[in-house]
Each structure stands twice: as structure tokens, then as C-alpha cells.
């Protein structure tokens, strides 16, 4: 039960269910109370326990959108800040108390969902290696949706300061990866890198006028990379491309785009919606909770949208009869 309502309702306090479940036991007989944080690590261990089931016996892999199929038309990269956690969660107010092993300790998930901080630390200097970083804003028009940095500064009181995620036309979260300062072209490439893995036709982003610019220079340092930049194509988001100047609105336009199918682009606001709320959540716990819990919540997010699938599949499809029929009855 719990499972369930931690996920439906982000704002729900494990300390407050167990109290419940406590009370509720008592006239029953219970001696003892309810010990919260056994009751935190035993969910999470059963949470994991099913996802093992779910994909060495079942087979399933929870990132695959089967809409999208094995050539998706889109992959997507924005960042949100709100899943943000504060350096001082988790720490120990005297020395004799702090535990060393929960520095090693590592996310149940792997990189199922999240990539490892280390892999997106050695591309990142793999590319700063040849091409200098740089605070210069990239902004295009009077874009205020965005201020898209080559590199960024520090924030002193946060050590994750969000997450970036990607995600397919349908809503479903493809990957994830932990920004340590702000959104740089450097996480925007990493994601560009997971979309284009994942065999993705085009790459949306909100400064991606400027983006390919930098995915160019860095295809020309690197030539392993060269390939994002050939074999897929950038579009903007519909919203955000009117932010951008009248030329970015015709060439980066997604509507102008050939074999986008009424893709809108801002299919992964709807998850930033919903992963938000756990903001308040997620800045006080440990560096492995924490991604042990977002994993759990973008496994569990898939879940819910592929069990709506169909209906969605449907709506979407009488839309784009009726926008057909409107055009071309005449
Ligand atoms: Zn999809
Ligand atoms: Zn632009």
C-alpha cells in the first residue's frame, strides 16, 4: 500500500504512515512501535525485489515505449531543478556517528534509469579536454524559457541541483542523468548521446539552434561523435520555438520538420509536472535514496502510461483524423 500511495501522492510522509500503522495495530495487541526506518529500507528492498522479477523473469525493460518501437521518432533532454538535494541531507552532526558506508553505498538500480555520475563526469572532460570551457550565455531571441550555458558555476548549498531527463513522444522517460551545477551543453550531449544509442530519428531541445552548433564542434574534435549530428536531426519544442528568432522558427521548427508526425516536443513537461512535487521530498534524503527513489518513480511513471497507452493512442488518432478531414475535405 504504501508503494502505491508514496508514488500517487508526493507529498505523503513514510514517519507519518508508519505512525498510522502503528495505531492502527495497537488495539490488536501490538507491543512495540513501528520502526520507520526498517520500514523504509524494507520497502525499498521489496520494491526492488519486484523490479528483478519484472526484468530477469519477466524480461521486460522499462524504458522501452512500444509506440515508439525500435526507431523512435523523438528523444527529448531538458532539465528540472526542483529534484534538487541539499549537501547537508543525510550528514552527521557528530563525527563518532557518521557511517562510512553509506558513502560507498550503491543505487539498487545501476543505470537503469539514472546513468552513473562518473560516466557523465568522464565525457564531460573528455570534451573539456579539447574545446575551453566557457560562462557565455547561448540565447537565442528573447528567449526566456532558457539561458543555456557551455559551462556553469557552482551552487554552494546543493550537490545534485536537478536532474536532466529524456523522454519519447508518448511521455515515457527514456533516461535520466544528475546535474551537479547547472544545464550545460555538456549533459545537453550526454543525453544527445543515450537518444542517439537508442537508434532516435531527431533530437529535441529547447536552445537546439545553438545546441548542434556545439554538437558539430565537438563531432569535429571527436569523430565518434560526429555521428549524433549526421544520422539525427534537432527540432524545438513547439512552445518554445516561438521564443526564438523568425529564423529558428522556420528551420528548427518541428512543424516544418518531415516525418515528425504532429510531434509537439513538450511531451517531457508533462513528467517535470508530476516529478516536481517530489522536490520537497527528495532534498532531504542520502545520495542513494535519492536515486533509488526516482528510479522507482520513472519505472513507476512508465508503468501507469503504458497501461493508458491504448485509450491515449486512440485519442490521438481521432485528432489527427479530424485535423485531416478539416484540411483536405474539400
Ligand atoms: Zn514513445
Ligand atoms: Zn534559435
Keep these: 500500500m504504501w508503494h502505491h500511495i508514496q508514488h500517487k501522492m508526493p507529498s505523503a510522509s513514510a514517519n507519518k504512515f508508519a505512525e498510522t500503522l502503528g495505531e492502527i495495530s495497537k488495539p490488536s495487541g501490538r507491543v512495540g512501535q513501528v520502526n520507520v526506518h526498517l520500514f523504509k529500507k524494507a520497502k525499498q528492498e521489496w520494491e526492488f525485489l519486484n523490479h528483478t522479477i519484472d526484468v530477469k523473469i519477466k524480461m521486460q525493460d522499462k524504458m522501452y515505449c512500444p509506440p515508439c518501437g525500435k526507431r523512435p521518432i523523438m528523444g527529448s533532454s531538458d532539465g528540472i531543478v526542483k529534484l534538487m538535494r541539499l549537501k547537508s541531507a543525510g550528514a552527521v552532526r557528530k563525527s563518532k556517528n557518521e557511517r562510512p558506508e553509506l558513502q560507498t553505498e550503491k543505487p539498487f538500480y545501476g543505470d537503469a534509469a539514472i546513468k552513473s555520475d562518473e560516466a557523465v563526469k568522464a565525457r564531460r572532460d573528455l570534451i573539456y579536454s579539447k574545446i575551453p570551457r566557457t560562462k557565455q550565455k547561448e540565447m537565442c531571441g528573447g528567449s526566456v524559457f532558457k539561458a543555456a550555458r557551455i559551462d556553469s558555476g557552482k551552487d554552494h548549498k546543493s550537490d545534485e541541483t536537478g536532474l ?134 520513472f519505472f513507476y511513471w512508465n508503468k501507469r502510461k503504458l497501461f493508458r497507452m491504448p485509450k491515449f493512442l486512440r485519442n490521438r488518432l481521432l485528432k489527427v483524423r479530424i485535423l485531416f478531414y478539416a484540411v483536405f475535405k474539400t
Design 164 to 297: 536532466i531527463v529524456s523522454g519519447c513522444r508518448h511521455g515515457m522517460v527514456k533516461g535520466a542523468i544528475n546535474m551537479h551545477h547547472g544545464e550545460t551543453f555538456t549533459h545537453t550531449h550526454f543525453i544527445h548521446h543515450v537518444s542517439w544509442k537508442q537508434n532516435c530519428q531527431f533530437f529535441c531541445n529547447d536552445v537546439v539552434c545553438k545546441y548542434w552548433k556545439f554538437a558539430i564542434r565537438v563531432g569535429k574534435v571527436f569523430p565518434q561523435f560526429m555521428p549524433m549530428v549526421n544520422e539525427m536531426g534537432g527540432f524545438l519544442p513547439r512552445m518554445h520555438a516561438k521564443a526564438h528568432y523568425l529564423t529558428c522558427q522556420v528551420l528548427w521548427n518541428v512543424h516544418w520538420k518531415k516525418r515528425t508526425a504532429l510531434t509537439i516536443g513538450e511531451e517531457h513537461e508533462q513528467v517535470f509536472s508530476r516529478m516536481s512535487q517530489f522536490g520537497y521530498v527528495t532534498k532531504h534524503m542520502t545520495k542513494t535514496n535519492r536515486e533509488n527513489f526516482l528510479s522507482a518513480e
